[in-house]
Nanobody, 124 residues
Framework: QVQLVESGGGLVQAGGSLRLSCAAS????????MGWYRQAPGAQRESVAA???????NYADSVKGRFTISRDLAKNTVYLQMDSLKPEDTAVYYC??????????????????WGQGTRVTVSS
């Protein structure tokens, strides 16, 4: 019922910057929180940053001071500005949204949705 489409990944040298975007579409009633997770090769998926509709944000300790999450509520879009990138930031980044949506019968459903992932590679 909700689709998340990410963009903005790529290859960058250490110290560089990238900006990820994720747009939500579909039968959206409301989105409470949107955020980013990442999964490095051989590692578990971990939370990177999240932002609620009320404006609160939180970050993983490893990215505090380097990454900034922001939302455009009118566009149902979340961004992740990544600065001072390090090789250890290399991972597939996934967008996440906790949303209330409706199905084709008009029934409400609250659940987490995930994007397809966008790869970020930071070379040393």
């Amino acid at each position: 019922q909700v689709q998340l489409v990410e963009s903005g990944g790529g290859l960058v040298q250490a110290g560089g910057s990238l900006r990820l975007s994720c747009a939500a579409s579909g039968r959206i009633v409301s989105i409470n929180a949107m955020g980013w997770y990442r999964q490095a090769p051989g590692a578990q998926r971990e939370s990177v940053a999240a932002a609620t509709t009320s404006g609160s944000t939180n970050y993983a300790d490893s990215v505090k001071g380097r990454f900034t999450i922001s939302r455009d509520l009118a566009k149902n879009t979340v961004y992740l500005q990544m600065d001072s990138l390090k090789p250890e930031d290399t991972a597939v980044y996934y967008c996440n949204a906790h949303a209330i949506s409706t199905d084709y019968l008009g029934r409400f459903e609250a659940r987490d949705y995930w994007g397809q992932g966008t790869r970020v590679t930071v070379s040393s």
